[in-house]
């Protein structure tokens, strides 16, 4: 895809009335990571962008976090599809290195019943309350999975009724099945 963004609803640099949500952008994720994402270190030099761009417009930003507890149903030992990953507490689970949030960054963490995997940023969060408080019209999502959290927070903000752009540059896919992530970016559109 060339654009720079991919939307269902609208297209365009980040403006006033937009907020960031970076999605998951964790150690565990980056290269040499438990559950590397291929790829998913491409994506900080466009989310730092993406970061800078708030910065100078004042626009509100948001981070979410896997943080699981030991055990957690999505790991191997439990049954899960995934290896032992973003453990609460652990250094997989900081956030990767490079990645420069601003100080009055909102953090979401997410994931931490042990019986329930959760991939949306809403799930369990107050982020569309916040949003809401904040009369923020559109929600600019960056970060990993392409095909995973990426695109269940999407479809949340969608169903919220926030417009959404997904700048191409700003994430990557895991690609468990060879295409996940083209099919992941269609669905969203």
Known sequence: MTKAFA???TQGPLQPGDALLVVDLQRDYMPGGALAVPLGEQVLGPVNACLDRC?????????????????????HGAGGTWP?????????????RGLRLPRQTELLSKGMAR???????FDGTPLGERLSALRVRRLVVAGLATDHGVLATVLDALRLGFAVAVPLEGVAAVDLQPGDGERALVRMQ
């Open 115 to 121: 019986e329930r995997d959760v991939l949306s940023a």
């Open 55 to 75: 910065a100078a417009l004042w626009l509100p930003v948001f981070a979410s976090r896997d943080w699981h507890p030991q055990g957690h149903s999505s790991f």
């Open 7 to 9: 939307s269902p609803v």
């Open 84 to 96: 032992p990953h973003c453990v609460a507490g652990s250094e997989g689970a900081a956030f990767a």
